[in-house]
Nanobody
Framework: VQLQASGGGLVQPGGSLRLSCAAS????????MGWYRQAPGERRELVAT???????NYADSVKGRFTISRDNAKNTVDLQMNSLKPEDTAVYYC????????WGQGTLVTVSS
């Protein structure tokens, strides 16, 4: 099983980034997919989830700014992040969940001027 996250980088406050996670080795369509993040010295927290039904769920801190989407044909899950704030700075992790959890390696997002 491999979850390959990409798209992180340095962006100014108010800017946008799009993260992508490519999954392999799992039956992607039956997994709930999510993005988590972990800031330095903080616990890992849920950012957004997209269930296999297509229903989405967001942390209050990102509602209206972030959008999660999935493409079951390509086995990918994306996170569009707009209006980024310095407090969004973290390592972002892709997660796949069905019977068990699978995690990607993380991609660093830095929001700074």
């Amino acid at each position: 099983v491999q979850l390959q996250a990409s798209g992180g980088g340095l962006v100014q406050p108010g800017g946008s980034l799009r993260l992508s996670c490519a999954a392999s080795g799992i039956a992607f369509s039956i997994h709930n997919m999510g993005w988590y993040r972990q800031a330095p010295g903080e616990r890992r927290e849920l950012v957004a989830t997209i269930f296999r039904s297509g229903i989405t769920n967001y942390a209050d801190s990102v509602k209206g700014r972030f959008t999660i989407s999935r493409d079951n044909a390509k086995n990918t899950v994306d996170l569009q992040m707009n209006s980024l704030k310095p407090e969004d700075t973290a390592v972002y992790y892709c997660n796949a969940r069905f019977v068990q959890d699978y995690w990607g390696q993380g991609t660093l997002v830095t929001v700074s001027s």
